[in-house]
C-alpha cells in the first residue's frame, strides 16, 4: 500500500503557474503508474494528468493539454504537476492518485486508482 500527500496549492490569478507536488511514501513509486485529477466545485472528479512508472508516457486531458506537465523523480518517490497559464476554470481540488502497474502504461480512468492523497485547493482568480 501507499500513501500520498499532495502540496503546492493556492491563490493565483489567472496566467500565473503553480507546482504541485505529490509524495508517495510506503512502498516504492517506481511500482505504480500515478495520475493527477481535479474535483472543481459542484462537480465530478475529472482526470487530468497520467505518467507511467518509468516516467517515460504521458497523457493529458485535453483541456489542460500544452499548459499543464506531468513529471516525477522516483529516487524522491514524488510526482509533479506543473500548471502554466492558469484559467479561472481550472480553479478546483487537486488530487494525486496512484495505482500498480506492471506495464509502463497509464491511464486516466479514475476508478483504476486505488489510493489517493487528501487533495489541495487550487483557486485561480480572473
Known amino acids: 500500500q501507499v500513501q500520498l500527500v499532495e502540496s503546492g496549492g493556492g491563490l493565483v490569478q489567472a496566467g500565473d503557474s503553480l507546482r504541485l507536488s505529490c509524495a508517495a511514501s510506503?512502498?516504492?513509486?517506481?511500482?505504480?503508474?500515478m495520475g493527477w485529477f481535479r474535483q472543481p466545485p459542484g462537480k465530478e472528479r475529472e482526470f487530468v494528468a497520467g505518467i507511467s512508472r518509468s516516467g517515460d508516457n504521458t497523457f493529458y486531458a485535453d483541456s489542460v493539454k500544452g499548459r499543464f506537465t506531468i513529471s516525477r523523480d522516483n529516487d524522491k518517490n514524488t510526482v509533479f504537476l506543473q500548471m502554466n497559464s492558469l484559467k479561472a476554470e481550472d480553479t478546483a481540488v487537486y488530487y494525486c492518485a496512484a495505482k500498480v502497474s506492471l506495464s509502463d502504461s497509464t491511464s486516466g480512468n479514475k476508478n483504476l486508482y486505488p489510493y489517493w492523497g487528501q487533495g489541495t485547493q487550487v483557486t485561480v482568480s480572473s
Open positions: 510506503g512502498r516504492t513509486a517506481d511500482n505504480y503508474a
